[in-house]
T-cell receptor
Framework: EAQVTQNPRYLITVTGKKLTVTCSQN?????MSWYRQDPGLGLRQIYY???????DKGDVPEGYKVSRKEKRNFPLILESPSPNQTSLYFC????????????FGPGTRLTVL | GQQLNQSPQSMFIQEGEDVSMNCTSS?????WLWYKQDPGEGPVLLIA?????ELTSNGRLTAQFGITRKDSFLNISASIPSDVGIYFC??????????????FGKGTHLIIQP
C-alpha cells in the first residue's frame, strides 16, 4: 500500500532532550516536507526536500533540523526541544519536483514539558 | 509569505444540505488543491485543479479554479455525516526556482447537525 509513515505517533518529552521523528514514504517520491499544525494557525511548512541531499527552509524552520540521505526517508530532528514546539507534526511527500499534490502521513503529536 | 483566506471558518449545517466554501489569495497560483482532515489523521487530497477556470468533480464534491488564479471554491452537495471534518485549500506556484511550497488556508470546520 502506498503510504507515508511517521514514528512515533505520540511523544511526550522534556525541554532540551533531543528527539527525532522519522518519516518514510514508499512511493519513490522526490519531494518531501514537514509541517506543523497549530490551532488557529493552520498548517505551516517547517522544511522541505526536493531530492536526496537537497533540503531547504520552509516558513517556520527555527529549532528544527532535517536530513535527506535516502529518497524514502526524511527525519525531523529537534536538537533542544522547547514547549513552543508542542504541536501536531505532519510529513508529506509529492511525486513531482515541487510541492504539487502532497500525500500526508498520519501525524505525530508532540508535547514538550 | 503568501496569504490564503479561507471562509467560512466553520459551518453548522443539517444533513442533506449543500455546502460551499472558498479561498482567496493575495497572489496567483498555478495549482489549487482541496484536502479533508478527519480527527487524528493527516489531510487527504480530495481534488486537484491545474488550470484557470477548471471545474472538477469527485462524487458529491465539486471544485473550481478561479479565472483570476487567485481563488477557488469547493462545493459539497447533499451532505452526509461522514463529511464532517476540516477542509483545507492549498495553493501552489511552481516556478522551477526550487523555493516552492504549498500555502494552506486555515481550514473550514464542517459540523453536521442531525
Amino acid at each position: 500500500e502506498a503510504q507515508v509513515t511517521q514514528n512515533p505517533r505520540y511523544l511526550i518529552t522534556v525541554t532540551g532532550k533531543k528527539l527525532t521523528v522519522t518519516c518514510s514514504q514508499n512511493m519513490n517520491h522526490e519531494y518531501m516536507s514537514w509541517y506543523r499544525q497549530d490551532p488557529g494557525l493552520g498548517l505551516r511548512q517547517i522544511y522541505y526536500s526536493m531530492n536526496v541531499e537537497v533540503t531547504d527552509k520552509g516558513d517556520v524552520p527555527e529549532g528544527y533540523k532535517v536530513s535527506r540521505k535516502e529518497k524514502r526517508n526524511f527525519p525531523l530532528i529537534l536538537e533542544s526541544p522547547s514547549p513552543n514546539q508542542t504541536s501536531l507534526y505532519f510529513c508529506a511527500s509529492s511525486p513531482g519536483q515541487g510541492a504539487g499534490e502532497q500525500f500526508f502521513g498520519p501525524g505525530t503529536r508532540l508535547t514538550v514539558l | 509569505g503568501q496569504q490564503l483566506n479561507q471562509s467560512p471558518q466553520s459551518m453548522f449545517i443539517q444533513e442533506g444540505e449543500d455546502v460551499s466554501m472558498n479561498c482567496t489569495s493575495s497572489s496567483i497560483f498555478n495549482t489549487w488543491l482541496w484536502y479533508k482532515q478527519d480527527p487524528g489523521e493527516g489531510p487527504v487530497l480530495l481534488i486537484a485543479l491545474y488550470k484557470a477556470g477548471e471545474l472538477t468533480s469527485n462524487g458529491r464534491l465539486t471544485a473550481q479554479f478561479g479565472i483570476t488564479r487567485k481563488d477557488s471554491f469547493l462545493n459539497i452537495s447533499a451532505s452526509i455525516p461522514s463529511d464532517v471534518g476540516i477542509y483545507f485549500c492549498a495553493g501552489f506556484m511552481y516556478s522551477g526556482g526550487g523555493a516552492d511550497g504549498l500555502t494552506f488556508g486555515k481550514g473550514t470546520h464542517l459540523i453536521i447537525q442531525p
